[in-house]
């Protein structure tokens, strides 16, 4: 299966969430554990039949997907312990890692699509998978666990079949010179703390209150005030700004051209990059709201929205941020993080015995911000991963310590 020149520049991370069942009393003893395992492996087996490229393998050099039924990998593991504990908040993040299967480096042999099963002394279980970014974006990645739920609880016949089209509309380019991104932010070795944060409607409301902005939206009201910290947090160690570009994923579905279906699968995204001139910009939080906004309401982003929006003008759309993304990088005159927004995106799903009481990311390996929503909608968690030191005055500020748990 040929991948887009989106997937092509995709990160070569994994996509991790762990989603949590608490016992009742259909699961709460180990023969109905055992029964539950065996509907998830088979319903995951008919799932890959439509998701099929998930079992193949990703070949970077002929920028394609060999959808040669390698397969995924599915794990079971023993868990003594109780899943309240965690779902009471005792826990370190640390401890969730591992719920997933081990990290992959990047090869031709490795696994697309990884999952692991964890089994409770309680009854509980924990589902921690992991998708290869290279071929599905957060909401790819939502579509496909919707689909594997719905499998599982009513039957294959009842998924819709996902489109695969991508690769075709926007095929790979092999000559895109000096935009390779470097390793560094992704291998840094340096020590990452990750820390959740939530923000309640409360917290929120009160925040759009003060900056008297009404359009900004809960998710930006967020980044803003995140990003503000964060750069708090950069000045605090080294002593004065640094200009910062923002990278912020942006979902393209229901924007790009209109040939492109709505349940296409793969990454479908383009960045919006908001900058902090550490010699211009002020440090209010309004600041920061407004330009979060101004990004946002980029007419270039309007644009995808026309019937006139041809390849080209794609083409540039997508690769122009990336481009700047990658320069930013090499020349190391500015930092440069990636915040991502995951709200909205259903993922509170239901294999037949009711939805996760929560959904969890993890600690990560690099810097970065990931958005979830709770299960009722009504708070955003940020997980926020920060080197060591820069988390310790992260917390120092006064907008985290006042408007979040």
């Known amino acids: 299966m040929k991948v887009s020149f989106i997937d092509q520049h995709a990160p070569p991370v994994y996509m991790p969430f762990i989603f949590y069942y608490p016992a009742n009393d259909n699961n709460n003893n180990k023969p109905q554990n055992i029964v539950t395992i065996n509907l998830l492996q088979k319903s995951l087996s008919e799932i890959l039949t439509l998701y099929y490229p998930l079992a193949g393998r990703y070949d970077s050099e002929n920028a394609l997907v060999n959808c040669n039924d390698e ?64 071929i599905a974006d957060g909401f790819a990645f939502s579509t496909f666990i919707n689909a594997w739920a719905k499998s599982c609880r009513l ?53 759009k209150a003060e900056v008297d902005d009404r359009q900004v939206t809960r998710v930006q009201m967020v980044i803003a005030l995140i990003w503000k910290a964060h750069i708090s947090a950069l000045r ?40 902090f001139n550490a010699d211009e910009s002020k440090m209010e939080l309004h600041n920061f709201v407004d330009l979060i906004g101004n990004a946002f309401r980029n007419p270039s982003l309007d644009s995808a929205k026309t ?12 690769i122009d941020p990336y481009k700047e993304y990658c320069e930013e990088l090499n020349k190391d005159e500015a930092d440069v993080c990636t915040y991502t927004s ?20 993890i600690r990560m390996s690099f810097e970065t911000v990931i958005l979830l929503d709770n299960k009722k909608g009504n708070t955003i968690e940020a997980w926020v991963s920060l080197e060591e030191e820069n988390m310790f005055h992260f917390l120092q500020d006064p907008y985290i310590s006042r408007n979040c748990t």
């Open 342 to 361: 995951c709200c909205r995106f259903p993922i509170y799903v239901d294999f037949g015995w009711g939805k996760p009481a929560w959904v969890s990311g």
């Open 236 to 275: 605090a160690k080294r002593g004065h700004l640094r200009d910062f570009l923002l990278m912020l994923p942006m979902n393209l579905r229901g924007k790009a051209v209109p040939r492109v279906s709505e349940n296409c699968y793969g990454n479908l995204y383009k960045f919006t990059n908001p900058r």
């Open 71 to 134: 397969g995924v990998e599915f794990i079971e593991a023993k868990v003594d312990g109780q899943l309240s504990r965690i779902l009471n908040g005792e826990f370190e993040t640390d401890l969730l890692n591992k719920f997933l299967p081990n990290g992959y480096a990047e090869s031709a042999t490795s696994p697309l699509l990884a999952t692991q099963i964890n089994m409770f002394n309680c009854g509980g279980l924990a589902i921690g998978i992991c998708m290869s970014h290279r």
């Open 155 to 207: 039957g294959l016949n009842e998924v819709s079949s996902p489109s695969f089209e991508l690769g075709i509309f926007f095929p790979p380019v092999r000559d895109l010179p000096n935009i390779e991104a470097p390793a560094a932010p992704l291998k840094s070795g340096l020590k990452i703390v990750t820390k959740r944060f939530l923000f309640d409607g409360k917290a929120i409301t009160k925040l």
């Open 307 to 318: 019937d006139e929006f041809g390849d080209d003008d794609f083409f540039s759309a997508v």
